[in-house]
């Protein structure tokens, strides 16, 4: 006969309890471990409140000691939507429902424990939840908005955001995108300086250029392309390139690295560039 330990975590465990749970079940001998996916309580406070059987960005605050971050945006390729049946409404849908998303988890995050939290919006209603579980940063992880529209990007970073990216956009795109999510801050009655800034590009480094060329064509990418949409060239040339955007306000770079079995590239960019940026 095998025997599996099965948990209920909802009941009144925190990810490092049953981490320890599950690590003895496995030195013990026992067959498996398994876990039940309910969300609240049969009985008691139920706090520290339920791990999901998933993965939800507070669970995972607590699994890395309060390192997660959390970037949320409308979707745009439509395409996966379409593969995997997820609707894909329009784009004002898509903004107006992120509005409220973004409403509802900074809401969860930051209802203090024993209260509860309600809302009542055009796509979701909440009422009485715990709120639980909650991460491990207080009073939350930092929320990430990005892109570079105009208007309602600009508008939801203002008022939600911690971190403001914009993504393989050009330097001068980069620094209107900029310039209007500080207006929005204005406009909103909040410090532009709150915000933290940031810039997302595709990075190809090479030594030399013909190291640059063999890195571009492996992720079947022109040159001059990446030079002019993205990070490309020697050390020397990203690191002029970032000292722009940081004069344009970004304090953090996202470097895009499309081929994942090059790590000579990740070697050459801590060892060239990093030290120059940092």
């Not at 990075?203 to 640059?212: I, N």
């Not at 090059?262 to 120059?276: G, K, W, Y």
């Amino acid at each position: 006969m095998e025997l599996r330990i099965f948990t209920e975590p909802q009941e009144g465990a925190d990810y490092a309890t049953l981490l320890s749970v599950a690590q003895a079940t496995e030195r013990l001998g026992f067959d498996a471990f398994f876990r039940s996916d309910h969300y609240l309580t049969m009985s008691g406070s139920g706090l520290p409140g339920p791990t999901d059987a998933w993965i939800t960005v507070a669970q995972v605050d607590q699994m890395s000691g309060g390192r997660a971050e959390l970037g949320l945006g409308t979707g745009w390729f439509d395409a996966e939507h379409t593969a995997y049946g997820i609707p894909f409404p329009p784009v004002g849908e898509r903004f107006a429902r992120l509005e409220e998303q973004l409403e509802i988890i900074i809401g969860l995050w930051e209802t203090p424990a024993g209260e509860t939290f309600s809302f009542d919006g055009t796509y979701y209603t909440l009422s009485g939840s715990p709120a639980l579980p909650k991460p491990a940063q207080r009073p939350r992880p930092p929320v990430l908005v990005g892109g570079d529209g105009p208007t309602r990007t600009p508008r939801l970073a203002a008022r939600f955001a911690d971190e403001y990216n914009v993504p393989f956009a050009t330097l001068e795109a980069t620094v209107a995108a900029f310039g209007r999510v500080r207006e929005a801050c204005r406009a909103a009655g909040r410090d532009p300086g709150s915000l933290r800034y940031s810039a997302a590009q595709t990075v190809c480094c090479g030594r030399d250029e013909a190291e640059v060329a063999r890195r571009a064509q492996a992720i079947g990418e022109p040159v001059d392309d990446l030079r002019h949409g993205g990070l490309a060239g020697s050390p020397a040339e990203i690191v002029d390139k970032l000292g722009r955007f940081a004069e344009a306000g970004a304090t953090r770079a996202y470097l895009q690295v499309l081929d994942l079995h090059d790590l000579d590239h990740l070697e050459l960019i801590a060892a060239d560039v990093m030290p120059q940026v940092g």
